[in-house]
C-alpha cells in the first residue's frame, strides 16, 4: 500500500511540475474536450448563463463557410475528432466569439454587427479554433483545480481507468468557461496560430488587427465601459 501511494505521489507531482502542455496533450483524452463542449452547447440551449442561442440557419451556415475555410489548414490537427459546430449567440450587447473546448464555436450578434469584413470574422474564427486546437481552456481549468485535478488524473490513468470519470467531470464544468480568462501567453498563441491558418485562405492573415482598431473606436465613442470579453 506504502508503495502504490508512493506511486501516485510521484505521478502527481510529475503533473505538477513537468511542462504542462506535453503533459496534457500525451494523458489528458480528448474527449475531456468534447465533454466540456457539449455541457456548454446544452448550457446554451438552456438559456443558462444569460445565452441564448439564435435559430437562424442562413447566418450559421454562413459563418460555417467562413470557418470551413480556414479548417482547411494542415496545421489544424484535431479537424477530423471536433465537430467545429456554429452557434449565434442572440446578445447585440456582448461583442466576443468563444470556441470551447472539443470545437463548439459561439458567436455574438454584437460581433457580427460591429466587424466590417468577412477577414476579419475570419481572423476572430482563427483565433478561437486556435484556443481549442491547444487546449488552452482545458489546460486552464487543470491549472485552476491544481494538485487535487493532478491527483485525479494520476490515479485514473494509474488505476487503468477509461476516460469515463474524466468526461463525467467535463460535463459538470462545461458551464465554467465563460468565467476563465486565458493567459496572455495562450492569447499570443491564439494570435500567432490565427496568422498560420489564414495563410492558407484568400483572407488575409493579419486581419485580426482591424478588429482591435474597431474596438478601440467603439471605446472612444461611447466614452464607457463596451461589454467585450477576451477573445
Known amino acids: 500500500m506504502k508503495r502504490f501511494f508512493s506511486k501516485i505521489f510521484l505521478l502527481s507531482t510529475f503533473f505538477l511540475f513537468s511542462a504542462c502542455d506535453a503533459v496534457i496533450d500525451s494523458v ?3 474527449e475531456l474536450d468534447l465533454q466540456i463542449g457539449k455541457s456548454f452547447l446544452e448550457n ?7 445565452m441564448h442561442i439564435l435559430k437562424n440557419v442562413v447566418l450559421e451556415k454562413y459563418v460555417k463557410s467562413v470557418a470551413d475555410r480556414i479548417l482547411k489548414s494542415d496545421q489544424i490537427k484535431y479537424k477530423k475528432e471536433f465537430p467545429y ?3 449565434i449567440l442572440d446578445d447585440d450587447d456582448t461583442i466576443n466569439a468563444v470556441c470551447t473546448p472539443g470545437g463548439y464555436i459561439f458567436v455574438y450578434t454584437g460581433l457580427l454587427k460591429l466587424i466590417q469584413n468577412e477577414a476579419t470574422l475570419a481572423a476572430i474564427l482563427a483565433h478561437e479554433i486556435a484556443h481549442a486546437e491547444k487546449r488552452h481552456s482545458v489546460k486552464q481549468i487543470i491549472s485552476s483545480l491544481g494538485i487535487y485535478f493532478t491527483i485525479y488524473i494520476g ?3 494509474f488505476l487503468g481507468s477509461d476516460a469515463a470519470n474524466l468526461i463525467n467531470l467535463g460535463s459538470r464544468i462545461g458551464g465554467e468557461i465563460l468565467t476563465l480568462a486565458n493567459s496572455r501567453s495562450s492569447e499570443a498563441e491564439a494570435d500567432t496560430m490565427s496568422f498560420e491558418y489564414l495563410k492558407s485562405t484568400k483572407y488575409y492573415p493579419g486581419a485580426l488587427e482591424s478588429f482591435f482598431i474597431l474596438i478601440e473606436k467603439k471605446k472612444r465613442k461611447k466614452g464607457k465601459e463596451v461589454r467585450i470579453r477576451e477573445l
Do not use: F, R, W
Open 28 to 30: 489528458v483524452p480528448i
Open 85 to 87: 459546430k456554429i452557434s
Open 44 to 50: 446554451a440551449k438552456d438559456g443558462k448563463e444569460g
Open 155 to 157: 490515479l485514473t490513468i
